[in-house]
């Protein structure tokens, strides 16, 4: 009688069929936000954990843990939720236009698009603090840097000094 690792036999069609369905199923409705990033084809998704991910969707890869597992033969529940969100006109395509079928599907007038454009407003008003806030850091190192070569390469200086003098 021959004794085998079930750990090493590899899972039926239908079992793999039965894992993407869930997949697929858990991409469809899990509490999820996706938001477009800056480089065209990249999103990023809130998911219900709590933890934030990366989809890049022209190369259908995702920061996730499940996606970085090699075994996993379909794509995470990110990148589905994100084509998901795409196809159904929600976010902006890879190249950064909204899908016609947003501008078509959503008037001004009805519940859900009023909550989808507060939402996107919300957004949009976030990342541009966050862009500020970055902008303003890079400032603030920039005259730092200055400052350092103002004064002179191997001298010995002190800040607070040369900053009182500005």
């Known amino acids: 009688m021959a ?25 469809r409705e899990d509490d999820m936000d996706v938001a477009p990033l800056h480089r065209g084809g990249c999103y990023e998704v809130d998911s219900a954990s709590g933890n934030t991910y ?3 969707l022209l190369d259908e890869t995702c ?6 597992n090699p075994e996993t033969p379909t794509p995470c529940k990110h990148v589905q939720r994100v084509q998901l969100e795409l196809d159904a006109g929600r976010i902006p395509r890879p190249d950064e236009r909204l899908p016609e079928l947003a501008l078509s599907v959503h008037s001004l007038g009805d519940e859900p698009s009023a909550h989808f454009v507060g939402t996107l407003r919300t957004r949009i008003r976030e990342r541009e603090d966050r862009i500020a806030t970055l902008e303003a850091e890079t400032q603030a190192l920039q005259f730092v840097c200055d400052v350092a070569d103002a004064v002179g390469g191997d001298e010995e200086f002190e800040l607070k000094q040369i900053l009182s003098d500005e």
């Open 54 to 56: 990366e989809v890049d």
């Open 63 to 68: 920061t996730c843990p499940d996606h970085q």
């Open 3 to 27: 004794v085998t690792d079930s750990s090493t036999i590899p899972d039926s069609e239908d079992e793999q069929q039965l894992r993407d369905d869930t997949r697929s199923k858990r991409a």
